[in-house]
């Protein structure tokens, strides 16, 4: 029983320390952070890179980065923690400048 005991811890500790801790929004860069706001107001990520003049590639690799740093995999909690941190907020809408840029038309969203 007690190896077990000692697997199970020595794995436990293996885990702790490979692991990078969530939801760490100072670590964000600027661009990350704009990422981040973009899709927590409902822009794909196309519209992201329209909008902040820069390729698909590009603005895919700060939604992954910024994924990677808040330590989750699914939208819908980067839109959360976007609001926790600030990022952006429950009022929050694109600006006109960012709808005329994002190039989709009058569609109820935003």
Known sequence: MRFYANVVNSRLQYCIQES????MATDLTNREREVVRLISLGCSTAEAAKILGVSTPT???????????????KVALVTRLAIKHRISSMKDTLTTAEKRKRGRKKDGWN
């Open 20 to 23: 990078t801790p969530p939801y």
């Open 59 to 73: 603005a895919d690799t700060h939604r992954t980065n910024a994924m990677r740093k808040l330590g989750v995999r």
